[in-house]
């Protein structure tokens, strides 16, 4: 399911270990961030001094080992957490975990518009919003289809639909195509990369997956194994849509890898 923000679309958000403080951000700002978790062993540091920006309609991609607070730094971002310290400073922003969530019992064009009708909007308006951009993704002639009747990259598809419906500048996507096989990851990947240029937004991307952060990033941050914090960052200026096998894209690839060690 999607999780959105708690602030109000034209109110940007800042939050801090300290007390609340008024926000002039655009895009998102992560500055020396502290997060502790409790358990039965005793306090566990999820991230330590992790720092990161992502500009207004910036891609920034974040990899880093498993367990080193990557989907913690998504939920920062998103108001789900509060930092122990450090600032946390973003405009609205939603979060798409990594399963797709959809609705069982309602059509994918219903679950897609899921956010339009928490909105309040009646359901024929939220259809109606929703309706032409199955067209754009790939959808055309599946709005009434069933969840149990799509293929996994087309769910995904509808959950990236409905994450863009939530009219977020910000998205956090926390490794979205992770559950599919590598030839419709391909596939998926392509119309994420299609779709955020026809329609902009600030995205910060958390994937384990180097090439895919290298074909997709404006940035690629490279994160250390917890606690989680920032130890290289890469610059990607390569024309879209890129190819895999592009020497540049294999040499940043590369270099990604080294600094994951």
Not at 9 to 24: D, K, L, S
Not at 231 to 243: G, K, N, S, T
Request: charged share 25%.
């Amino acid at each position: 399911m999607t999780v959105e923000s708690e602030a109000p679309a034209e109110e940007p958000r800042t939050v801090t270990g300290a007390p609340r403080e008024a926000a002039a951000v655009r895009g998102v700002r992560v500055r020396d961030v502290r997060r502790v978790y409790s358990s039965r062993r005793g306090p566990v540091a999820a991230l330590d001094g992790m720092s990161l920006e992502a500009q207004p309609q910036e891609t920034v991609a974040v990899v880093g080992p498993s367990g080193c607070g990557k989907s913690t730094l998504l939920e920062l971002i998103c108001g789900l957490q509060r930092p122990d310290a450090g600032t946390v400073a973003s405009e609205p922003a939603v979060y798409m975990p990594q399963r797709d969530l959809l609705l069982p019992w309602s059509t994918a064009l219903d679950n897609a518009a899921l956010p339009l009708l928490v909105r309040r909007l009646s359901r024929r308006q939220a259809r109606e919003r929703a309706r032409p951009l199955f067209a754009e993704l790939g959808l055309d002639g599946f709005e009434m289809a069933m969840p149990h009747e799509l293929s996994g990259g087309m769910r995904q598809r509808v959950a990236f639909l409905r994450t863009l419906l939530a009219g977020k500048p910000v998205l956090a996507l926390d490794e979205p195509f992770a559950s599919l096989d590598a030839l419709t990851r391909q596939q998926a990947q392509a119309w994420l990369d299609s779709a955020l240029r026809r329609e902009p937004r600030t995205v910060v991307l958390v994937t384990h997956d180097v090439e895919e952060a290298v074909v997709l990033a404006d940035r690629v941050v490279v994160m250390s194994p917890r606690p989680g914090r920032a130890v290289a960052e890469l610059r990607v200026e390569l024309v879209r849509p890129r190819r895999r096998t592009d020497p540049a894209v294999v040499d940043l690839r590369e270099r990604a890898l080294e600094a994951l060690g």
